[in-house]
């Protein structure tokens, strides 16, 4: 969760995120409008473009947008330097701590990349008032799992086999009902959790390669001397082009809706 991204490759390479990002904000708040004036905080806001949209819902209220990557959270800052209804601060959401509970969290692609869900959402409940709604979207099971295989055979290669010694991975893509248990043990209710599937295709391997190396791969490719970083990722994207071509990335994703209780 701590390492950094490449934040201006991924301004240019957040369209599926983003998309997934307004559909989300679309279903949900469509069917349970905002008031315009409530207090939100975007965990995970990246470089700033899901907030632009949750701040259209929020003409009179105000957003908290918080990501662990000091690059995102420049290009965050940038983004909204003059509006006055939104601050950027650089937070792990494991440490996550507000001064005032807000009425909402919103996040998307962020909490897959964070192992520890139970103190994760123990923390986004202390952050929300009794009865503040957290809507958000992550990998779930099976999210992926057509790259994940390309990427595992690829760092078995004997090129690349010692870089990877002791490799553990640290993300977590949870099912729907493990996911309820841990946001009940959190303290909230009105609870709906459910996988959808995200299939998306690139133009050519090239293209996938270069999405792989900034968004999915960043922590294989800190192992790698600089030298082998292009030639990883562009391996990893041929032996998933082998399999369907044009390439498709595999997402499944995870869709949590639930209400921080009175009690806590």
Not at 31 to 48: F, K, Q, V, Y
Not at 85 to 106: G, H, S
Not at 222 to 235: G, H, K, M, N, V
Request: charged residues 30%; contains cysteine; negative net charge.
């Amino acid at each position: 969760m701590t390492s950094e991204w490449n934040a201006a490759e991924y301004e240019v390479l957040s369209a599926p995120m983003t998309g997934w990002g307004a559909n989300l904000i679309g279903r949900v708040l469509e069917n349970r409008p905002l008031r315009g004036d409530e207090s939100a905080i975007d965990a995970g806001c990246g470089t700033g473009r899901v907030t632009e949209m949750l701040l259209e819902r929020l003409p009179g209220g105000t957003v908290l947008a918080v990501d662990a990557s000091g690059a995102m959270v420049e290009a965050a800052t940038r983004r909204f330097a003059g509006d006055k209804r939104v601050r950027v601060e650089r937070v792990d959401l494991l440490q996550l701590e507000v001064e005032e509970p807000v009425d909402l969290i919103l996040s998307t692609a962020t909490f897959h990349w964070i192992k520890d869900h139970e103190s994760l959402f123990g923390r986004l409940a202390q952050a929300l008032k009794p009865g503040g709604r957290l809507v958000a979207q992550c990998g779930g099971a099976g999210n992926i799992s057509r790259v994940t295989r390309a990427t595992e055979e690829v760092m078995g290669e004997e090129r690349f086999r010692n870089r990877f010694e002791g490799w553990e991975d640290t993300k977590e893509y949870a099912d729907p009902e493990t996911t309820r248990a841990r946001l009940e043990d959190a303290g909230f209710g009105e609870i709906q959790t459910w996988l959808h599937e995200e299939p998306t295709k690139f133009g050519s391997v090239s293209e996938l390669a270069r999405y792989l190396k900034t968004v999915v791969l960043r922590l294989h490719l800190e192992r790698l001397p600089e030298a082998d970083q292009q030639p990883f990722a562009e391996a990893v994207a041929a032996r998933v082009a082998a399999v369907e071509d044009p390439p498709v990335m595999d997402y499944v994703r995870l869709n949590i809706l639930a209400v921080r209780g009175s009690e806590q």
